[in-house]
């Protein structure tokens, strides 16, 4: 089950800062994600998310700044010592290995801490995988690659999910099935941060959204007040 909002912080972002090479492309990001909770990203092209999402995770050049998992600094910690304290990052490409059928790539990530679904967890999730096993992993359709890279973090134990754009070019009818997915994931404890351009799929899914422009978070949404701030809201999206 969900852990109440009132909980201690899983995540606390303060003043994140990054780079790639001289481009300076996060400026003093702020954020905070509680247990249990689904947290989206949002802003346009270019706004910083998914640097962002790789900043939280040591994919970046050069980082500054403080990332607190569980109240433990992560800033100076590379990616695979971050990954173990269960932080997981689902990137828009979703890196299936074509060389590997669905098993392999499902089976290649380690499992990084306790408390990761078995395989045959993984597959009643998401059963389309089952009956695709032997198959290559690109052969697969897009909402089942989704699947795939999904099915992956699960497995390792991670329990903050880090998904970007995870609904990017897929069916409506996929969409769907994914929106379910993330919201079981929700009820089991799982804490996601999803960076979404979909605003009708982020809006019925989401506790909380942050909105980013230029590199910084400009504002704080909540579920409760998103009726009454969509007009903003679709300001700053160009909507």
């Not at 050069?62 to 304290?85: C, D, K």
């Not at 134990?157 to 970007?164: E, F, I, K």
């Not at 989401?206 to 909105?211: G, Q, T």
Request: charged share 25%; proline share 5%; with cysteine.
């Amino acid at each position: 089950m969900s852990e109440a909002p009132s909980s201690a912080p899983l995540l606390t972002v303060s003043g994140l800062n990054a780079w790639y090479g001289e481009s300076h492309i996060l400026h003093g990001v702020d954020l905070e994600l509680r247990p249990g909770r689904l947290v989206t990203l949002l802003g346009r092209n270019g706004a910083g998310k998914t640097t962002t999402l790789r900043a939280l995770m040591g994919m970046v050049p050069r980082r500054e700044g403080s990332v607190r998992l569980e109240g433990q600094e992560t800033i100076r910690l590379a990616s695979h010592r971050i990954a173990r304290l269960g932080m997981a990052l689902c990137p828009e490409e979703r890196g299936i290995f074509a060389s590997l059928d669905v098993e392999e790539n499902l089976m290649l990530p380690p499992v990084v801490r306790p408390g990761g679904l078995s395989r045959d967890a993984v597959l009643a999730l998401f059963p389309n995988l089952r009956e695709r096993l032997r198959s290559p992993g690109t052969r697969l359709s897009g909402g089942e690659q989704q699947m795939l890279a999904l099915g992956r973090l699960l497995r390792t134990g991670a329990r903050l999910l880090l998904l970007d754009e995870p609904t990017e070019g897929l069916a409506p009818v996929i969409v769907q099935q994914i929106g379910d997915i993330l919201r079981r994931l929700k009820q089991e404890g799982f804490t996601i941060l999803l960076v979404e351009q979909n605003l009708r799929f982020a809006s019925a899914l989401a506790d909380e959204h942050f909105v980013m422009e230029h590199g910084r978070v400009i504002d704080r949404i909540s579920g409760a007040e998103l009726e009454s701030s969509r007009g903003r809201l679709e300001s700053y999206l160009g909507a």
